[in-house]
């Protein structure tokens, strides 16, 4: 089958969806329309432009990369241009494609923003074919939590847009349970979700037996974050609980990432002499994190109380509990029940860094057998629930491929 797979984020960048279309590729003919790569860091990455690369073929996909401004260091005005820039084109190019070249179905994987999704819904209806979409984000209450944008008109507008593309979807795919209610309440048929999860990169799910060369990390009891330092995972309060645990040397916070927040948490931990308990290494490549993982006792994840975070499940919950690895959170929500029905962690409220500290302790008391058998059993929870091959396997049933 000939597929239009259109999303803003792909390949070099690291998304889910990168994993869809070179499965759909293997027996398919696959076309993505996307951006030029820029995200996390804001800008192009190397050997990459707005007429570098614009075209390519990787793994038999032909990808279209139409012209956009990156994303800087993710400010509202440069950030809204990377999206206005992104629909532009991508509208414009997809119209093209609808005018010259038919293709079966379009599949789009629709992060933030909501628009991305666009230039699917333009192809659908001049061509009338099927349109099935991936939600990961929801909108506008993304807008209202991480954009902090509560102005009514504005939100109008967006409610308005994503009740267009719904409507014009065949198939809504949710990779949170906690989306149907919203998404429904949009004026969609209940019948056209489907609960379709996120996965653990395959390197977290079959590590390499090789160890890759890491840093030197602060030794004791390691406590590990690894993702995304921004807004959404609430470190003030994470730092909270590392100043009540200060004086328990032995309880490491080892961070990992990058982020809109690290300025402020590096300032932070120097003010507040915690550089002897608190570790912030920066990023690494994807190749380097089960290396780091296996040096981890327990696995920390957390984010603020607000209705789109408590409506979501963190994929790095995935990457946690196919790593074999126990899980603290600090979280409300969807997140926190999955660890909770998995029994691989314990969970706390949002913000509760008080009772984060004290179950921190309690797991430093815990047995290392003990403190094994909850990351066992969240692997064997992802293996039945979340392997990346079983979901994949099901996204061909879903499209009607098989």
Not at 66 to 91: E, Q
């Amino acid at each position: 089958m000939k597929i239009l797979f259109i999303t803003q984020y792909f390949y070099p960048e690291i998304f889910r969806g990168n994993d869809i279309a070179f499965y759909l590729a293997r027996e398919n003919n696959v076309t993505v329309v996307t951006a030029v790569p820029n995200y996390p860091k804001g800008f192009f990455f190397e050997g990459y432009g707005t007429f570098c690369k614009s075209r390519e073929t990787i793994n038999g996909i032909r990808i279209v990369r139409v012209p956009t401004i990156p994303r800087g260091k993710a400010g509202k005005v440069r950030l809204s241009l990377n999206y206005l820039t992104y629909l532009l084109f991508a509208s414009l190019y997809t119209i093209k494609l609808a005018l010259t070249e038919k293709f079966d179905f379009v599949f789009v994987q629709q992060l933030s923003p909501v628009t991305m999704a666009i230039p699917g819904v333009l192809y659908k209806k001049i061509r009338n074919v099927p349109l099935y979409i991936w939600v990961l984000d929801l909108w506008p209450e993304s807008l209202q939590s991480v954009g902090d944008i509560n102005n009514r008109l504005v939100l109008k507008i967006f409610t308005s847009i994503a009740k267009i593309i719904y409507k014009n979807s065949s198939k809504i795919l949710i990779s949170s349970r906690g989306f149907r209610n919203s998404i429904i309440d949009k004026d969609v048929n209940p019948e056209k979700l489907i609960f379709f999860p996120n996965w653990a990169e395959e390197i977290f799910e079959n590590p390499p037996t090789e160890i890759v060369e890491t840093p030197t990390l602060l030794s004791g009891f390691r406590v590990m974050f690894a993702g995304n330092i921004g807004e959404a995972q609430d470190f003030p309060s994470l730092m909270q609980a590392a100043l009540l645990l200060k004086g328990e040397k032995d309880i490491k916070f080892i961070i990992i990432g990058e982020g809109r927040k690290k300025r402020w948490l590096e300032t932070f931990i120097i003010e507040n002499k915690l550089e002897e308990t608190v570790q912030l290494l920066g990023g690494f490549p994807i190749s380097h994190m089960p290396s780091l993982f296996d040096k981890a006792d327990i696995m920390l994840v957390s984010l603020k109380d607000e209705l789109i975070f408590n409506l979501t499940t963190p994929a790095k919950i995935q990457a946690y509990m196919a790593s074999s690895k126990p899980i603290i959170a600090m979280m409300n929500g969807e997140g926190a029940a999955l660890i909770k029905e998995a029994e691989c962690g314990f969970a706390v409220g949002a913000g509760e860094f008080e009772k984060l500290s004290n179950q921190i302790k309690d797991l430093h008391q815990f047995p290392s057998d003990k403190l094994k058998e909850y990351g066992e059993r969240g692997r064997n929870y992802y293996n039945k629930f979340f392997n990346k091959q079983s979901c994949l396997e099901n996204l061909s049933k879903i499209l009607e491929l098989e």
